[in-house]
């Protein structure tokens, strides 16, 4: 199989396709976009900025992905929108390039995000994400490896999901999601941890008892979040998952959902 441009699909000179890509009609490619090998670009898809697309992508018909940020302080600067491979990225889905000079929006591989979701400008996706329809992240948002948010959940900027949770449909996340947990409701509280997420990914008996006992300490205890970590380094044996927890924790700016 070769490469296939549609009749009817505009590819700007610059542009580059890798080998197997297909292009199809009215999708308009722009002149510094770059399409690993073997991605499928349906009709009406519009790409475009400093956009480079990994290898075995599908996009569907409709998503726009590359355009400018819908950012008042944007004004022009080249920024970048990068996305890895084996990517599903469904009807009228749309990713933003970051606002300042030399800064990318990065959505990483293995990711599903479906009808309408809204990744933008400067987010950071993480590898396995599913964003279910009509998901908006808003500007500067993260989430981690295999996060999983339900339909037509807001977050709000700067905020953080954990990786391995799971975020229940129309929940407002307007705080970090620790990893591991399931959250619900709006405002969102946190419902347990992802047990059946977690097993499902080779978790081993061993690391789902000490992800369970820190998420004792953290939330059933009535310690506070500070009082919570200093037990958790003292009663739980260190672990990589243990370490990924407590580094989050740490590192929360807004504060976690409770």
């Given at each position: ?41 349906a ?6 900025g400093h ?18 940020p ?29 606002t ?35 998901v908006?992240l808003?500007g ?19 905020v ?10 129309g ?22 941890l ?26 059933r ?38």
């Amino acid at each position: 199989m070769s490469t296939e441009v549609h009749g009817a699909a505009i590819v700007h000179d610059g542009a580059e396709l890798g080998k197997d890509v297909t292009i199809g009609p009215y999708s308009v490619i722009g002149p510094d976009v770059k399409i690993g090998e073997g991605t499928s670009v349906a009709s009406n898809v519009l790409i475009d900025g400093h956009t480079t697309i990994g290898a075995g992508n599908t996009i569907f018909h409709g998503a726009v992905l590359g355009t400018p940020p819908q950012d008042l302080k944007y004004r022009g600067a080249r920024s970048s929108v990068r996305i890895g491979d084996n990517n599903m990225i469904r009807e009228y889905a749309t990713v933003n390039t970051a606002t300042n000079e030399g800064d990318a929006t990065i959505v990483g591989s293995g990711c599903l995000m479906m009808a309408y979701s809204h990744v933008a400008h400067d987010c950071i996706i993480g590898d396995n994400v599913i964003l279910a329809n009509a998901v908006n992240l808003a500007g500067h948002v993260t989430i981690y490896d295999h996060a999983i948010l339900g339909g037509m959940v807001p977050v709000h900027q700067f905020v953080r999901i954990g990786v391995h949770s799971f975020v229940g449909g129309g929940s407002r996340v307007a705080k970090d999601v620790l990893p591991y947990v399931k959250v619900a409701g709006s405002p969102p509280k946190v419902s347990g941890l992802n047990t059946v997420g977690l097993k499902r990914r080779g978790f081993e008996d061993s690391q789902l008892d000490r992800i369970k006992a820190a998420y004792r300490l953290i939330y059933r205890s009535g310690l506070n979040v500070t009082q919570a970590i200093e037990r958790i380094e003292i009663e739980i044996e260190s672990s990589e998952e243990i370490e990924i927890l407590l580094d989050f924790i740490r590192g929360s700016q807004r504060g976690i959902t409770l």
